[in-house]
């Protein structure tokens, strides 16, 4: 099993950018496929990027429009979600997951972080 912990969330005006960074412990990190996921106040969880083991494949869901970018460092067990151009609409809270397989369905993330808020005002 991995535990991972997110970090880096805050409240920031409409246009800034932060990193949202996702530490793993207890797995082999470099064998998961890991994602980041949001979930605003009364919403469903959605997905927002995968990225592979070895991160030669990589999904971003259609409304990043190239804002973020999903990376990670296999040596600091460590993955990261670079956002920029941050708007109202991304306020949310965002969660790394962890997953045996490269895919986007939530069902194949077994392994979940506690969630970082980011609130983007106007």
């Known amino acids: 099993q991995v535990q991972l912990v997110e970090s880096g969330g805050g409240l920031v005006q409409s246009g800034a950018s932060l990193r949202l960074s996702c530490a793993a412990s207890?797995?082999?990190?470099?064998?998961?496929?890991l994602g980041w996921f949001r979930q605003a106040s009364g919403k469903e969880r959605e997905i927002v990027a995968v990225?592979?083991?070895?991160?030669?494949?990589?999904f971003y869901a259609a409304f990043v429009k190239r804002r973020f970018t999903i990376s990670r460092d296999n040596a600091r067990n460590t993955v990261y979600l670079q956002m920029n151009n941050l708007k109202p609409e991304d306020t949310a809270v965002y969660y790394c997951?962890?997953?045996?397989?490269?895919?986007?369905?939530?069902?194949?993330?077994?392994?979940w972080g506690q969630g970082t808020q980011v609130t983007v005002s106007s």
């Open positions: 997951a962890a997953a045996g397989v490269f895919e986007v369905r939530e069902t194949y993330f077994p392994f």
């Open positions: 207890g797995g082999t990190f470099s064998n998961y496929n």
């Open positions: 990225i592979n083991a070895n991160s030669d494949s990589i």
